[in-house]
């Protein structure tokens, strides 16, 4: 079977921990990503769950107020600006 190589970039300290680890294991660093690849092609998915940090709601509300802004001309504000906007509506709101 004919070989290929393969190049990423990561960080320095990533890949330092992951080449431990990996050692650990009695592998190298390019038989650990052999085996993770051998494995989606196989099953055909990411051989583990990946999950965003953000849940629908949270990603739902940040769109609405994303078309909010926008029926209002309300895009283009910088941080100082919303975060006046904010502690004004906290201050009305006694929050």
């Known amino acids: 079977m004919a070989t290929a190589t393969f ?3 990561m960080d320095n300290s990533l890949k330092r921990d992951f ?3 990996c050692k650990s294991f009695g592998m ?9 690849a051998k494995t989606v092609v196989n099953q055909k ?6 999950v965003s940090p953000y849940s629908d709601d ?14 209002n001309n309300k895009t283009g504000m910088s ?17």
């Open 7 to 9: 190049s990423i970039r």
């Open 79 to 95: 941080l100082a600006e919303i975060n006046k906007i904010i502690k004004s509506t906290r201050k009305e709101k006694n929050l």
């Open 58 to 71: 949270f990603v739902g509300s940040v769109n609405t107020l994303r078309d909010e802004a926008r029926k």
């Open 19 to 21: 080449a431990d680890i």
């Open 45 to 50: 998915k990411i051989p583990f769950e990946i």
């Open 28 to 36: 190298n660093v390019s038989t650990a990503i052999n085996v993770f």
